[in-house]
């Protein structure tokens, strides 16, 4: 599976609460009862997740036993785009694997920063491919659905095809420091590159010597080819680039490590045959190609260079290898300066223009040494022009592959790169099997025995934990995993007040355990049910429980003396807006016996809205102008006069029907407590009772989705 022995990673806390934890995979199962879904069990580290105080979140502490999957967005690049590694080299996004150390950046202070991350999946798709292009020569294949950081932060390549996004533009500018127009296109395998690398570290650093050695038998003639390196990673490549062109070496020690000077290994022959052979690769073509010169460049600076506290230089006082080395920039056009000769005749080859030009040289040249190339804790400062230029669709479905890393980005020809957002922040777990994507479920099988210890710490303060903030907690896992009554339990015994909010039946076999509990704490429940009409909720919320089992819930709750509130959310304009439709769903809510209503219209965040014009054209395509007005541009909320007219038209209702509450807009935004009705605005304007996901994060692609499904159904976009 993709992630058995993986490490569940990082995400914005404070977008998502409840998945700063690491946790270990302990296996993945698939069952014939959960057909298309596999469950990915794991111990987690910790069970009560505390929401940042800058978030606006209406609560302080969550738990999430489950990490439901609805990546549907799919980011992906071409396969030969360079990654830029942990070791500093650049290589092409189809030879990376799970688990390889990559680079991603982190914000620090001021800046972001580039830091080390993993690849923690890597999976292929055929999508529509974009060529972008920057200013500075740079191009990138894509998919429309790939995000870079631009100035005014992360864009997609291209607009939805219903709906907007925000998406690149001629003159935006990405971040990063680019690869130019050239890099990607040489081939370091080539025999090329393998002779230009001889002839750049044989010429910097070997030693080959032809003499007699006079005995008192004979004189011999020897023949002597050395190059002794404190670096293994220049040697071995030597050592292997000479065996592909017939000449045998041998390995021996050099020089022993003191306090002051490393050890040293070197590579020899003192066959004639080979020192000969060696003699003729290092010699300069009479018309050296791309790909000699990358070689010759990249052997040279193992050689002869280095890179320290911001500055690339190359040293040599032969003046033929001086010339080449500027021969071989130009080539490139990598910036640079020769600085005047020292006493002992040596000069430097000083590459200009900062970060950008170091990485576009190393990207170029790809040096074995990958101590010379570190960037770790480099500023992210964009230096080069990396403006786009054109973005131009290719005309052609093609295989691009995406991954996802720890930091949630990474370095791909030279510009930072969002990975697959909804991998990191699973939803829901009423998936079907049509994408693998939509079907890994994360399972913290542990979190009972993990939140009896956390609750035990005298740092805890009481404080009302609540439950579906993220996830559905009465999805259909928890029919198979049971861990509700064990998290009901041990909140109730520590005297810790829950809150749960949930689309799911599920929570009719827990009934007399919250009866249990809340002898000893006060508990809410609040049942999300925003269609009335059957047609209306199957096309909008296939995959959730019908809106009659919703309301038989209700009643089973208030039967049971819990004063349950119904979100009645989103209300959909034009469609569940009419005073028939209002009165209709009212009517229903009372007879199920709930306490109060909270309603809200429709918000249509940047990751959802695309989903839902699109769906909004293939099932009534008759209101898509009247929504466009509504929700223009890059607008997430109903305008403030419809907003204001649909409160005079709902407050009356709810009123006259003795359902009481007022607007989710009137409550404070941190601080509730069970009773107090805790709803806010954040409910229906972030989705975060509903959808799970944090603003501004994917959507599924194609459909709307909700929880607490008792069959398997083709996912849905949520709307709030």
């Not at 599920?506 to 809340?518: E, F, G, S, Y």
Request: proline fraction near 6%.
């Amino acid at each position: 599976m993709r992630w058995q022995g993986q490490k569940l990673g990082d995400t914005d806390a404070a977008a998502l609460p409840g998945l700063e934890d690491r946790s270990s995979v302990l296996r993945s199962v698939a069952t014939p009862e959960f057909a298309g879904v596999t469950f990915h069990e794991v111990l987690s580290k910790s069970a009560l997740n505390q929401v940042p105080g800058a978030s606006r979140m209406p609560f302080a502490w969550t738990i999430n036993p489950y990490r439901g999957c609805s990546h549907a967005c799919v980011y992906c690049v071409s396969p030969d785009t360079l990654i830029l590694c942990a070791d500093g080299h650049q290589r092409p996004l189809r030879d990376l694997e799970i688990g390889d150390q990559i680079i991603g950046t982190e914000r620090e202070g001021a800046y972001r920063r580039y830091v080390p991350t993993e690849i923690r999946a890597k999976w292929s798709t055929r999508k529509a491919a974009y060529r972008v292009t920057l200013a500075d020569g740079t191009e990138i294949i894509a998919s429309g659905d790939h995000r870079f950081l631009t100035e005014r932060g992360w864009k997609h390549v291209t607009d939805a095809e219903s709906g907007q996004r925000p998406h690149l533009t001629t003159n935006n500018r990405l971040s990063g420091f680019g690869i130019g127009p050239a890099g990607a296109d040489i081939d370091q395998t080539s025999t090329d590159y393998r002779r230009g690398y001889l002839a750049g570290m044989i010429r910097g650093d070997g030693m080959i010597f032809h003499g007699t050695y006079p005995s008192p038998e004979r004189v011999r003639k020897v023949h002597m080819f050395r190059l002794a390196l404190v670096d293994p990673e220049a040697l071995d490549r030597t050592r292997e680039f000479l065996e592909a062109e017939d000449v045998p070496t041998r390995t021996r020690p050099f020089a022993a490590q003191t306090e002051t000077r490393s050890a040293a290994n070197a590579i020899h022959t003192a066959a004639r045959a080979g020192v000969e052979r060696i003699e003729q690769l290092i010699l300069s073509p009479e018309e050296p190609n791309e790909s000699w010169f990358a070689g010759f460049l990249g052997g040279i600076f193992d050689a002869e260079g280095s890179c320290s506290r911001g500055v690339l230089r190359i040293s040599n006082g032969d003046p033929e290898l001086i010339r080449l080395i500027e021969q071989g920039m130009r080539a490139f056009d990598v910036p640079h300066i020769v600085e005047g000769a020292r006493a002992n005749g040596v000069r430097d080859v000083r590459v200009t223009g900062g970060l950008p030009s170091r990485q576009r040289f190393f990207a170029i040249a790809s040096p074995a040494i990958t101590r010379k190339l570190d960037i770790i804790g480099t500023a992210v400062k964009t230096a080069s022009d990396l403006r786009v230029v054109s973005i131009e669709p290719l005309g052609e479905v093609q295989d691009l592959l995406d991954i996802t890393t720890g930091t949630g980005d990474f370095v791909a020809n030279g510009v930072i790169s969002h990975n697959c957002f909804a991998r990191g922040t699973h939803e829901y777990l009423d998936l079907d099997g049509g994408s693998d994507f939509d079907s890994q479920i994360v399972v913290k099988v542990n979190v009972v025995e993990v939140l009896e210890r956390e609750l035990r710490k005298g740092s805890w303060q009481h404080e009302t934990v609540a439950l579906g903030t993220n996830t559905d907690p009465y999805q259909r896992a928890e029919g198979r995993y049971k861990l509700m009554p064990g998290i009901i339990e041990t909140l109730a015994a520590s005297g810790t007040p829950i809150s749960i909010l949930t689309k799911g039946t599920l929570i009719r076999r827990d009934i007399p355990l919250l009866v249990k509990a809340a002898q000893r704490v006060p508990i809410d429940v609040q049942m999300s049910i925003a269609m009335y009409d059957d047609e209306l909720q199957k096309a909008i919320e296939p995959g959730t429980p019908s809106t009659q089992a919703r309301l038989d819930t209700v009643k089973a709750l208030s039967d049971a003396g819990f004063p349950v509130t119904v979100f009645l959310m989103p209300i959909l304009p034009h469609m569940t807006d009419s005073v028939d439709a209002i009165a209709h769903a009212l009517e229903r809510i009372k007879m199920a016996g709930a306490r109060t209503v909270i309603y809200g219209a429709l918000h249509l965040r940047p990751g959802v809205k695309p989903w839902f014009f699109q769906w909004l054209g293939e099932h009534r395509p008759d209101l898509v102008s009247s929504y466009r007005g509504l929700y223009p541009g890059a607008s997430a909320e109903a305008p403030k006069p419809y907003r204001q007219w649909l409160a005079k038209r709902v407050k009356p209702l709810i009123r006259l029907h003795g359902l009481d509450a007022r607007h989710e807009d009137d409550y404070p935004r941190r601080g509730f407590r069970p009773g107090q009705g805790h709803v806010d605005s954040i409910w229906s304007q972030d989705g975060v009772s509903t959808t799970g996901r944090a603003p501004g994060s994917p959507s599924p692609a194609v459909t709307f989705r909700t929880t607490g499904s008792a069959t398997s159904t083709p996912a849905q976009p949520m709307l709030f």
